[in-house]
């Protein structure tokens, strides 16, 4: 029996892969981050870091579905957004 190695040789799908992962770490950290500083502000710890969590996860999910389901020109012409 021998071992298969799985090689990617298509770099570009890759990328996509990494730049979903890093627009969604990024998200939910910001929100921590941002969360964290309001609760040192306003001494309420735990409320507005967990606020964050949940707002950055949120837009980390928002990110990677608006990257795996485009809007197809037909979508955004019916939605009056592609008006010129």
């Known amino acids: 029996m021998s071992a298969t190695c799985y090689v990617m ?5 890759i990328i996509v892969y990494v730049d979903t992962g890093l627009q969604f770490a990024i998200a939910v950290a910001l929100g921590i981050v941002l969360g964290y500083f309001l609760d040192s502000k306003l001494n309420t ?7 964050g969590l949940l707002f950055g996860a949120a837009a980390g999910f928002l990110n990677i579905y608006r990257a795996v389901y485009p ?14």
């Open 9 to 13: 040789t298509d770099k570009k799908s």
């Open 71 to 84: 809007r197809s020109q037909k979508d955004s012409q019916k939605s009056g957004l592609d008006e010129d």
């Open 45 to 51: 710890l735990p409320i507005f870091l967990v606020i």
